[in-house]
């Protein structure tokens, strides 16, 4: 039977992970069928990829379990220092239902000092609550998120995923869809998982 790019990725984290964390995420057990259907008609594009991962493990930051809490890191992104954990669809939705200011608004008048702020591909307009936020770094957000994108400028493409990084801020396209971006960390291998005592 061929394994799934989602079967893949997770066979290389495990591996990868020190053996504690490794243990870890043992514990955490996927999505349920109502939940994951909550996400799909809060974000009816959301890649088929994600859900799968989702239906696999319901997140890993900070998330309760039956058998325990999970908070491990098994994402990344081009920002090396900072590992990402697995928002759960749970706090997918939260989110989405908070931040609803545009970038256009949240750096009103400060765009035209800083025009690296934001890269090419990346429409301004669109509420932060209309991407869907599916990770949180190390630092809880505070310091870097990803999104998938569904609403991108010209150049971009609908999927994509967008990094937000803090101090200095800036929006990123790091991949142009969420399997790209799931390919990119496998063929980087999980250079973003590091020992115990470096966390």
């Known amino acids: 039977m061929t394994m799934s790019l989602v079967d893949t990725y997770l066979a290389g984290v495990r591996e990868a992970l020190p053996d504690s964390q490794r243990t870890e995420l043992e514990l955490a ?9 909550r996400l799909a008609e809060r974000y009816p594009s959301c ?24 908070m491990v890191l098994m994402l990344g992104s081009d920002v090396f220092e900072y590992p990402y954990y697995l928002r759960s669809i749970s706090q997918i939705l939260e989110e989405g239902g908070t931040y609803r200011r545009s970038i256009a608004q949240i750096y009103e008048g400060y765009l035209e000092q800083e025009p690296d702020l934001v890269g090419p591909g990346i429409d301004l ?38 990094r ?16 790209h971006y ?12 590091f020992d115990d ?3």
């Open 29 to 37: 057990r996927g999505a349920c069928a109502a939940d994951l259907r």
């Open 47 to 70: 890649p088929a990829s994600l859900a799968e991962l989702l239906s696999r493990i319901d997140g890993t930051h900070y998330r309760n379990y039956p058998g325990g809490r999970v």
């Open 197 to 199: 005592e470096d966390y």
């Open 164 to 179: 937000y990084l803090h101090d200095p801020d800036s929006y990123k396209v790091i991949a142009p869809s969420f399997d």
């Open 182 to 193: 799931l390919q990119q960390l496998i063929d980087g291998n999980y250079a973003f998982i």
């Open 125 to 162: 307009s669109p509420g932060m609550h209309e991407r869907l936020c599916f990770s949180h770094c190390m630092n809880n957000g505070g310091s870097s998120k990803l999104y998938i994108d569904f609403k991108p400028a010209a150049g971009g493409q609908v999927g994509q995923v967008v």
